[in-house]
Structure formats: structure tokens, C-alpha cells
């Protein structure tokens, strides 16, 4: 493309500011570049500061630490157990050799800091080469007061993490704040959390500034960013890829402030800017049916750098074995407002006193598996099963509560009122109020607690594996994960096949190089993060896949930008 007036000339320009952009935006920068990141919305973080922030990195550092020596061969057995053909091998192999890298470089330039889990099973602890902990990683605790005035430009958690109106808590947290009344331990850790709160609060500050999980990820990064000094612009569109006669991509047209502006990448460009979870165009040619709008991801989240990519001759990846990593999510309509998700990711679903049925009144699934797992079972079944509902007795939601209501006898009238929380005295009102054969309810709540009494789940092997029973309540024995249902009154909430984000996204090579259709690179377009084919292949074999992949690209991204070979 000839004759363009350049506004604007860098070395890389980045789009997106989750993991993957910021990480390809920090490493181009610490190899000598000049680097800009633009961002659609008005806020750092994207999908990443909404996460759970696990990092799935096998034979990272800390792995041994943690009592979890790994070898490659293990690593390798279980991708090819869990992902196989889903992605290819020259993709697991440039990822499992990338990532350790990719976190040493940032951990000793000061902009990551985590710590491997030494109890964390991945998805599916018996299939040959899984681990039981050490290879997923968590960012560590991080104090928003460090990013100044900018704090507000970080975007903000999901509700779900946070209780009081903005105070983050994770599951730690949670079991102190419920026995807050009944340990002086518990009592002493939950002061000082709502101490550090209130004085967040009464300092003016819009939230609470102890920051963990996805939110505390993002803020590590984007503290990195301010102290590298990367220009970022925020509320900036990319519009148009400019080629040149060849088709390597030379640039961007965005527009910022109402204006279009044509920046010159003389390195390239990487695309992050988040998959496709809201183009709904694409959802319903891509995702199985019922294709609905359930996903956990920003709104903003719309598949344009794929689209983009696309127009530039990138081709779309395939043979993928789903085309987005899947979540339970119960939905709560707000007259005037936006529905509000809530993803059943580890919280409930899993712990004893609950189970999952379709419109039939039956079961379908074990409740305990994986968030996508769970989905995939919603998706095998025949149309009975979406939505699906979980079903707990008083003692249930009293103790751990169910999707938005709150345990700890926290008030939930207004859930009922809005017909999100469904209430009944007897198991035959509630089947009435789901729409189910009461039949069909009773006789399927009688044979599980019948089974859950003597800890046995002969159906669907509820608490049967090391996963299933990491999640559940491990003073409830003899499985961690079963218990009766026990006396009414009764509560359910529907849940959708809904997502956390895409896994089918433009096809890549090792170097994060976009590829044409014949697996030939395009010049100056590097994709990240959801934008980019998983290199899961859509499969979901441990916490952390999605955010370890995406941060490790941009790093391979920001690399290959420099011409860096060591």
C-alpha cells in the first residue's frame, strides 16, 4: 500500500492489553524496541483482570519446591493424553520449552510475581503423566496503591470476587470470613482484611486495593508497563491492517479520540485483543447449539483482531476439539441493565449436598469435574439438558451458598424475587417451579442420597478422583464431595453452557507468527492470548491454559519482534 501519511512510527505496536498483549508489549521493550499498546476500552487488564489468574507453565522453576519434581517426558505424555491431535506438536512443544523461559525472564525484570501451587491437581489426575501440583502457578498478592492515580484505569474484577461492595477475596479468604465468629484465627484474618478495606475506602479510593487473582496479574503487568515507560492509549480502535504489495503488514489505522490515525510498525504488529466470545455472528457458526451469549468475557471482547487478521490472509485455525473453553453460568436478569453472569467454576458445584439435573429431573454429570467438562456433558445430552439445574437443600446453601447467594446467611430474597434463586418447601414444589417431572426429581434425589450417605456415587463418581475431591470440603468424610441433599426448604439456579473465552483463533507457528492457509508466515502480524489458535487445541487438561499460553506468546511475540535468538 502506497502513499500513506503515517501519524505515528514505532517498532511494535500491540493490540490488547490482557496477558498477552502486555507481556509481548514488556518483552519487545526490554529487547530495545519502541512499543505502543492500544486498547479499545477504557481500561487495562481485559479478560485477564477478570480471571481466576492461574498460570498453567510445567517445569517452571518453582515446580521441585513445591514437592512436584517434572520432567518433560511426563509433561508431554499428559498433553498428548489430554490434547493429542488438537493442536499440533511443533505448537505443545514450542510451548513447553517457551514457558519456563518466558517466566524466568519476566519473574528477574520484576514484572511477575507468582507461586506454584503444591496442591493442585490437573483435570484429570488419572490419565497417565498428570501431576498433582506444581505446575500451576498463582500471582502472587498485589497492592493496587503501587500504580498510583492509574489504579483506575485497571479494570475492575468480577463482583464474584469480591465481597462488602469491592473488597477481592479468594477461597482462603472466604472460609475465614465464615468462621470469623467461631476462631480467633479466622476472626484476626478477616479484621485485618476489612481494616485494610475500610481504610482503601475512606482514603476515596473506589475499590479495594489488595489485589489478587487475575486482577492482581493484570496490575503486576501494567505496573510494568508504567515503570518501562510503554505509551499506552487507551479507548483506541484498530480498524484496518495496511500491507504492502508483498502482504507483509507494515501498520494500523485506529481510531483515537474521534480521529483516524495511521501508525507505522516497522518490526509489526501482534494482535491480542481477546478472541471472538461476543461476535455472535461467529458464535453461531462456530460454538454447538444452543449458542446463546453466556460468556464471562468483556463485552468488548468481539473478535476484532481476528477479523482483522483475517482480512490481512491469515487463516483461522483448525481441528480443534471445541471451539471455546467452556463454564456453567447462571444468568440474573436486571431490568435496565446488562444480565449478570456467574461462572460455577470451584466454588459450589463440587462440595457435598448438591447435584446437577437436566429437564427430566435427572442426572447427567459428575458435578464435581471440571467447568468445562461439565459443559461438554450439558452438550452430549439431548436438548433436556440446557439449561441444567443445581439443586441444594437449607443446609447447602447455608454453607456454601449457590452461584450469587451468598453462604453465611447472607440475604437472598431479592435472588428469589428475580427469579434467579428458584425456593420451594418440598422437592415436588421445586420440580413444579423448575418445570420437571416431580416423579422423576424425587426418585433421582432419593438414589443419590441414598449412595451419598455410604460416600458412594455409583452413577457418575461424584468425588472419584483427586481433582473432584481437591474441590470439595475436606472435613466431610468419607467423600469430600457427597452428602444427601438433607431436609427442604429447596433451592436451584438454571445454568447455561456458557464460556471463559475462545480457544479457536487465528493459526499460528512456534515464533507467534500469523500463518496463511498454505502454513506460511505473514510478515509483520504476530497473534497472542485468544486471538491466537490454543495451543490447546480447545481441550482444557489443567487450571491456568489459558493465561500460561497467552503470556508466553507475547513473550515469544515480543522476542521475535527484536530479532532475539538466545
Sequence with gaps: MEGIKWDLEVDALVVGSGAGGMAAALTAREEGLDVLLVEKTDRIGGSTAISGGALWIPLNAQSEGAGHPDTFEQVWTYLQQTV?????????????????????????????????????????????????????????????????????????PLKEFTVLGGMMVNITDVRHLLRATRSFTAWRHSMKLVLRYAA???????????????????????????????P??????????????????????????????????????????????WDAKRREQTYPKPAGLWSMS?????????????????????????????????????????????????????KPGLIAVNALGERFVNESTSYHEFVQAMQRSPADAVP?????????????????????????????????????PTLAALAS??????????????????????????????????????LGDPEHQ???????????????????PGDIGTACGIAANEHAQAIDDAGRPIAGLYVAGNDMQSVMGGAYPAPGITLGPALTFGWVAGRHLAGATS
Aim: hydrophobic share 40%; with cysteine; net charge positive.
Design 84 to 156: 493429542g491431535a488438537a493442536s499440533s506438536d511443533a505448537m505443545k512443544r514450542a510451548y513447553l520449552e517457551a514457558g519456563p523461559r518466558m517466566m524466568d525472564y519476566l519473574v528477574e525484570r520484576g514484572h511477575l510475581q507468582v507461586a506454584a501451587r503444591t496442591a493442585s491437581p490437573d483435570y484429570y489426575p488419572d490419565r497417565p503423566g498428570a501431576a498433582m501440583g506444581g505446575r500451576s502457578l498463582d500471582p502472587v498478592e498485589f497492592d493496587g496503591r503501587k500504580l498510583g492515580a492509574k489504579f483506575r484505569e485497571l479494570r475492575d
Design 200 to 230: 482503601d475506602r475512606l482514603g476515596g479510593r473506589h475499590r479495594g486495593t489488595r489485589l489478587l487473582l487475575g486482577n492482581a496479574l493484570a496490575a503486576q503487568l501494567f505496573h510494568g508497563l508504567i515503570r518501562r515507560g510503554i
Design 232 to 277: 499506552y492509549w487507551l479507548n483506541t480502535a484498530a480498524r484496518t491492517l495496511h500491507r504492502d504489495a508483498n502482504g507483509r503488514v507494515l501498520g494500523l489505522a485506529v481510531t483515537r479520540e474521534g480521529k483516524t490515525l495511521n501508525i507505522r510498525a516497522r518490526r509489526g504488529v501482534v494482535m491480542a485483543t481477546g478472541g471472538f466470545p
Design 298 to 350: 468483556p463485552r468488548d471482547n468481539a473478535g476484532d483482531g481476528i477479523r482483522l487478521a483475517e482480512h490481512a490472509g491469515a487463516a483461522l485455525g483448525s481441528g480443534y476439539a471445541s471451539p471455546a473453553f467452556w463454564a456453567p453460568v447462571s444468568v440474573l436478569e436486571r431490568p435496565g441493565q446488562p444480565p449478570l453472569h456467574y461462572p460455577h467454576l470451584v466454588w459450589d458445584r463440587a
Design 388 to 424: 441444567a439445574f443445581l439443586i441444594c437443600g437449607q443446609r447447602f446453601i447455608d454453607t456454601w451458598g449457590l452461584g450469587l447467594a451468598l453462604p453465611g446467611g447472607r440475604p437472598r430474597q431479592h435472588l428469589i424475587d428475580a427469579g434467579y434463586l428458584l425456593q420451594a
Design 433 to 470: 417451579r423448575l418445570g420437571v417431572p416431580a416423579d422423576k426429581l424425587q426418585a433421582t434425589v432419593a438414589r443419590h442420597d441414598a449412595h451419598a450417605a455410604q460416600g458412594q456415587d455409583p452413577d457418575f463418581g461424584k468425588g472419584g478422583t483427586a481433582y473432584n475431591r481437591y
Design 478 to 496: 468419607p467423600n469430600p464431595c457427597l452428602a444427601p441433599l438433607g431436609d427442604g426448604p429447596y433451592y436451584a439456579v438454571k445454568v447455561y
